[in-house]
């Protein structure tokens, strides 16, 4: 299949962002990810105007949606790039871009690095033994299995780079540890999820469908929503 391919790049983060449109033949199974390793790979490759194309910047490392590195907006949406096939693009026409919510770095990279710290801000660790049940075991695998990738932030209305509200990618995560406290022992965990998380949540769900590891969120935020405010504001 031939593709017309429009990728907004940048040569780093200081400097102005630009749209490049490159003809590309592919083929329909192939992954966004597939796409542009073979655009990198080819020589003396240039855009629709005569101009190189260069490297494509870009984040990969497992290629089989277990790490989240290759996340980017394609076709207006955030997915990963190797979870994303060229079937799926409509008229032959296909659009990348970093995601919108991050400091780009450069091309299709970005600076993801305030999930893991808002992580910490939010003390997201267990401070005594784990409480250990069926239901607490099944909520931590689920929620284990959260990529970092990102993609939910960038569709949260409310989440906002450096705001109060840290999103489904604090949340989800928070859960795996919320779901192991012993309700009598809380720790600082608790008072930051109402502050950092709970407060800030409008229960819009953008993130619900966005998942690409296809963790039930809202399951993850009304269990979290549970042990840190609910039962232990009401003390049951």
Not at 81 to 91: E, P, V, Y
Not at 157 to 168: K, R, S, T, V, W
Request: overall charge positive.
């Amino acid at each position: 299949m031939k593709l017309t391919v429009e990728i907004l790049r940048r040569k780093d983060s200081a400097s102005e962002p630009y749209r490049q449109i490159i003809e590309f033949e592919a083929l329909p199974d192939d992954t966004v990810a597939t796409l542009l390793n073979k655009m990198n790979a080819s020589v003396d490759l240039k855009d629709i105007n005569g101009n190189p194309v260069g490297i494509i910047h870009w984040e990969c490392s497992c290629l089989q949606k277990k790490c989240g590195a290759c996340a980017m907006r394609i076709n207006g949406s955030p997915a990963l790039a190797c979870d994303t096939k060229l079937s799926t693009c409509k008229n032959g026409k296909l659009s990348l871009e970093p995601l919108r919510k991050f400091p780009t770095v450069r091309d299709l990279i970005v600076d993801r690095s305030l999930m893991m710290n808002n992580l910490r801000l939010i003390h997201n660790w267990l401070e005594q033994s784990a409480h250990h049940t069926e239901k607490a075991a099944d909520l931590s695998y689920d929620a284990s299995r959260c990529l970092q990738c990102g993609c939910c932030l960038e569709v949260c209305p409310n989440f906002m780079p450096g705001g109060d509200f840290y999103g489904a990618a604090a949340f989800v995560p928070a859960s795996r540890i919320l779901s192991q406290l012993e309700k009598s022992n809380p720790q600082e965990l608790t008072a930051l999820y109402q502050k950092n998380i709970y407060n800030g949540c409008g229960k819009s769900l953008s993130c619900h469908n966005i998942c690409p590891a296809g963790i039930d969120v809202e399951h993850k935020l009304s269990n979290a929503n549970a042990v840190a405010v609910w039962k232990r504001f009401f003390g049951n």
